[in-house]
């Protein structure tokens, strides 16, 4: 018997319009619903007048279930995996049976729809050529800081997701990490209480001080300022005799010619003149 295909549908993110008459057709025709909260997806289908067998798939049982929905695509059955709100398999645990479907050559579709970052990116002002989704930060504290840290010289817009309880702590850690750029918090996305507040992060810490934090929030958040960091890495590396610096590439595994190339670009300067400097400053 052929395999069955999974289908990665996505579900309204609030309102209910927003589910595609594609994925209509989908959750009428398949076998079964993995689903992250059957009660919840429930409504969803009750809505649509859809009736079809449901099964818990989340992030706890993710390993067991993936084991049994795998089965059940082998035997022949068509299934879709949706989550409580946007799109699976982002920041959900659909990437796993994805990557289980793949090893095991099942056909993995698609079903297009909301995603709730790119819902707020779109809307938030900020650039959206460039952008880096995030997620859920770590709780630990040290974990948080190590997922932060190489953050704060990348040009690119910077998305998170955040439950209310923890929005405070998070905005005082992208202030102390990142600085104080230009912030987003995008919640209740497309329902009927919906809230785009663009500020700067230190003006949503203010904010939020006096307004409690409802819902779950999307953080978009100002890229690193490509200039700023280029004029302040050349003053930094003023203060590091050029020799030095060379000397030090080299010391890497770099050749000479290549070590005055790149001390020269890092110092946003002629590769002439950083060989000059660095013959002056051997004779010195």
């Known amino acids: 018997m052929n395999c069955g295909t999974l289908y990665l549908v996505a579900t309204p993110i609030g309102n209910l319009g927003d589910l595609s008459a594609r994925a209509l057709e989908i959750l009428h025709t398949v076998d079964l619903i993995a689903c992250e909260d059957t009660r919840h997806s429930l409504k969803l289908l009750n809505h649509f007048g859809i009736s079809k067998p449901l099964t818990s798939y989340f992030e706890h049982n993710k390993s067991e279930k993936g084991q049994y929905l795998l089965a059940e695509l082998l035997s022949g059955k068509n299934i879709a995996l949706v989550t409580d709100a946007g799109t699976p398999a982002i920041s959900d645990p659909g990437e796993d049976l994805v990557a289980l479907c793949i090893q095991n050559d099942i056909p993995t579709v698609s079903i297009p729809g909301a995603a709730a970052f790119v819902s707020a990116l779109i809307v938030s002002g900020l650039p959206t050529r460039q952008f880096l989704f995030e997620g859920f930060l770590p709780v630990g504290k040290k974990a948080r800081a190590e997922q932060l840290q190489p953050l704060r010289t990348l040009p690119h817009t910077l998305i998170f997701y955040e439950a209310p309880h923890k929005l405070a702590r998070t905005l005082q850690d992208l202030l102390d990490c990142l600085g104080d750029r230009r912030i987003c918090l995008a919640?209740?996305?497309?329902?009927?209480?919906?809230?785009?507040?663009?500020?700067?992060?230190?003006?949503?810490?203010?904010?939020?001080?006096?307004?409690?934090?409802?819902?779950?929030?999307?953080?978009?958040?100002?890229?690193?300022?490509?200039?700023?960091?280029?004029?302040?890495?050349?003053?930094?590396?003023?203060?590091?005799?050029?020799?030095?610096?060379?000397?030090?590439?080299?010391?890497?595994?770099?050749?000479?010619?290549?070590?005055?190339?790149?001390?020269?670009?890092?110092?946003?300067?002629?590769?002439?003149?950083?060989?000059?400097?660095?013959?002056?400053?051997?004779?010195?």
Do not use: C, F, W
């Open 187 to 284: 919640r209740e996305l497309t329902k009927l209480h919906e809230e785009i507040l663009r500020t700067t992060i230190s003006g949503a810490i203010s904010h939020y001080e006096s307004h409690s934090p409802k819902g779950e929030y999307v953080l978009v958040v100002e890229g690193a300022d490509a200039a700023a960091l280029q004029a302040k890495q050349a003053a930094d590396l003023s203060l590091i005799p050029v020799a030095e610096q060379v000397d030090a590439l080299i010391a890497q595994g770099m050749d000479k010619k290549d070590a005055l190339k790149e001390t020269a670009r890092l110092r946003g300067v002629s590769k002439r003149e950083i060989y000059n400097i660095y013959v002056r400053e051997g004779e010195q």
